[in-house]
């Protein structure tokens, strides 16, 4: 059986570490979004391939989310002697991998043959792919002002009144290798909990994408909003400020047309018959994954509702 997930990042991560647990992990592909990348003091930083390899192979700071345990961040507190840019925290051992991307892309290596490079040193056996080999980012209209992402989320703190949403270079940017190939060839397409809006928006909006996925039989998304907010991230402002309702119902809405099953967590129980309605099957359980019991079962679940099978 093939599984394609399409992922961001501290959310789907933790989902594939359950994933990984109930298939084989190389019949995965975790096709992971770019939007979220930025260019730090000259290196070149993936937040969410890091965040999804990191998990996978087992070496995350599991509390942050990203980064690795352990690491230290002296290298950071030199920086800021030089008066380079520190807002953004890299870690030491962290530092390596940003290193090793930026060598090898000034060299002309592609951010899919890099990210391939990495998954291996890092004994990953699912398949990593970024949405795409092109510049994408994704900036965040606050009070009137454009700014990257990774601004608006790490160095304001998610402050201020969003009033849109832009991915720059998406229409210009084509699916990296085996991305297509991975969605056309799956036997169930999972999007797990992350942010609708800043990580699956962008994935969906390169050329092809949606197209495959609203044509597939099998594609469930896991809701990543829970009790009207989201566990990390600003997923929640962000559908707020975008006009649709912070609930699971409103996940479905984004999704709508594209989704055939939806795993909801027990508190939202209510939005059922209402996703329903919209013409996607739900499946009622809990989605908090505290620990790799329930992230395996909720990976679980969500094969079982969209295959119809135990896995
Ligand atoms: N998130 C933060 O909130 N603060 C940070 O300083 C930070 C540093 C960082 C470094 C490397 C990395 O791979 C991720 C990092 N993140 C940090 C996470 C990241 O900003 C976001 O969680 C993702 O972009 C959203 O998925």
Partial sequence: MKVTCLCGGVGAARFLQGLVQVVDPSSVTAIVNTGDDIEINGL?????????????????????????????????????????????????????????????????????????IER??????????????????????????????????VKMACQGIVEGVGFMGIEKAKPAPGVIEALEEADVIIIPPSNPIVSIRPILSIEGVKDIVAKAEKVVAVSPIVGGKTIKGPADKLMASLGFEVSPRGVAEVYRGLIKYM?????????????????????????????????????????????????
């Fill in 120 to 153: 291996k040193a890092f004994g990953v056996a699912t398949k990593v792919i970024p949405m795409t080999d092109d510049k994408v980012t994704t900036m965040i209209k606050v009070d009137g002002k454009w700014v990257h992402f990774q601004d608006y989320m």
């Fill in 263 to 311: 795993v909801i967590d027990e508190i939202d129980f209510v939005y059922a018959p209402l996703i329903e309605d919209m013409k996607i099957r739900v499946g009622v359980t809990n989605t908090i994954m505290k620990n790799l019991e329930s992230k395996k079962a909720l990976a679980s679940f969500t094969l079982k509702l969209a295959l119809g099978s135990s896995s």
């Fill in 44 to 116: 070149m930083i993936s937040p969410d391939i890091d965040i999804v390899i990191y998990h996978l192979a087992g070496i995350v700071d599991e509390e942050r989310g990203w980064g690795i345990k352990g690491d230290t961040f002296n290298c950071l507190k030199a920086m800021e002697k030089l008066n380079l840019e520190t807002w953004f925290k890299l870690g030491d051992m962290d530092l390596a991998t940003h290193i090793f991307r930026t060598h090898l892309v000034r060299k002309g290596f592609k951010l899919s043959e890099v990210t391939e």
